[in-house]
């Protein structure tokens, strides 16, 4: 465990759960999204922001403009920032950084994909869209063992993808990082609390990749969820930065 405190780490198999995360994980809507493209190299990411001359570092996060910019805790110091290729695009590049300082460090960037109809910047139930925003990251979880997780971890079998969706879909929630969007900080990430209401969605989770969008989640490789399950620590204060370019930058 890291500096985050006492590991959570819960074994669950009852089909009610089951039932209610179908009901709420990674979107919402309890379908699987469509298969469709396989992974493509995205777009570059912005890097000419002004630094701090004394180490080489952005002062900004790169490509994120003032809107989003000033919704960013002032007492994060790990930033998940997610540039989506276009607004109808389920394509997408994950970059971790962490500040040091003033400045901002690029730590690591992977390949994403986010929901199979793109963003929206009004997310509602089944709409397979990505909610555009800065979100805190609280709580994991996932099918599989703690692999070293610094965040609360919950393992629980009611996690497991159905196996009734198509067999590439079967491992996607193996490792799951909650997106704190309308849900409850602090609880299990298949918590069905919704304190916005159910019409404004929920259950939006980063999660291993099927090649393809999702239903509103975000989702890397199997290698890049363990790279963040050990790497993100609540006392950094992480968040996600999300959305595809031209609303991350406005």
Request: net charge positive; charged share 20%.
């Amino acid at each position: 465990m890291g500096d985050g405190g006492a590991r959570r780490t819960v074994v669950a198999t009852t089909a009610v759960a089951a039932l209610l995360l179908l009901l709420g994980a990674c979107g919402g809507s309890g379908r699987p999204a469509p298969t469709g493209a396989t992974p493509t190299s995205a777009g570059p990411v912005p890097r000419t922001e002004a630094g701090d001359a004394s180490a080489g570092r952005p002062t900004r996060i790169p490509g994120v403009g003032d809107r989003l910019r000033k919704r960013i805790p002032a007492n994060s110091r790990q930033v998940v920032a997610v540039y989506g290729d276009g607004r109808d695009s389920a394509d997408a590049t994950l970059v971790l950084y962490a500040r040091h300082g003033s400045g901002w460090d690029r730590v690591r960037d992977w390949p994403a994909h986010n929901g199979k109809e793109g963003w929206t910047t009004h997310h509602h139930e089944g709409d397979r869209r990505s909610p555009v925003g800065v979100f805190t990251l609280s709580d994991a979880g996932g099918v599989l063992p703690d692999p070293g997780a610094r965040l609360p971890y919950t393992r629980s079998a009611a996690i497991a993808a159905p196996r009734w969706w198509p067999r590439s879909y079967w491992h996607d929630f193996d490792y799951v990082i909650a997106v704190d969007y309308n849900r409850v900080e602090g609880t299990p990430p298949n918590n069905q609390t919704r304190p916005e209401g159910y019409a404004k969605g929920g259950g939006i989770w980063l999660h291993m990749d099927h090649g393809s969008g999702t239903s509103a989640c975000l989702s890397v490789s199997r290698s890049a969820m363990r790279y963040l399950l050990r790497t993100l620590d609540p006392d950094r204060h992480p968040v996600v930065v999300m959305g595809d370019r031209a609303d991350l930058a406005a």
